[in-house]
């Protein structure tokens, strides 16, 4: 479960086909320059869990991948993030988590916990949010980015 953008990078590809050579830093400059603000949208939508921590746990890596060139990764490194964003189907979840979660929103654990055994819990689909979120912002972030590895600073 990772965030993934496309990039639209308009005028900027004829530049990329008059030198192929430059196509790796290009995409590893757009890469390096989005990941940073894809992580942190991601970390704000991404609910904070029973302990408060798992948006600490949203991670960004980069680097080459076979058949994909260089590219960026931002995704929650927890389990429960990812059932929080997909939702369950009814289970047997462990009470302590669920005491805590529900006494800190003021909740009644043993109302919560016989929720989850009977329906489940609904998804919250925050990682899509974060992908529709953060689309447009990204091209204009990524395109700076590739210019600037592109003309080395200079405008033009």
Known sequence: ????????????????????????????????????????????????????????????????????????????????IQFANDGTRPHTPPWQPVALWAIRKGLNPGKVWWGIRRHGTKAQKFVEKTALQVEAPIQKIMG????????GGRNG
């Open 144 to 151: 700076d980015a590739v210019m600037e590895a592109l003309t």
């Open 1 to 80: 479960m990772t965030v993934r953008v496309r990039i639209h990078l308009g005028a900027i590809p004829r530049r990329l086909a008059e030198d192929p050579e430059l196509v790796p830093r290009a995409r590893q400059a757009a890469v390096r320059a989005a990941g940073p603000y894809v992580q942190r949208v991601l970390a704000l939508n991404t609910p904070s869990g029973v302990s408060g921590n798992a948006r600490q746990a949203v991670t960004f890596e980069e680097g080459p991948r076979p058949g994909e060139g260089f590219v960026g990764y931002a995704a929650p490194a927890s389990t429960y």
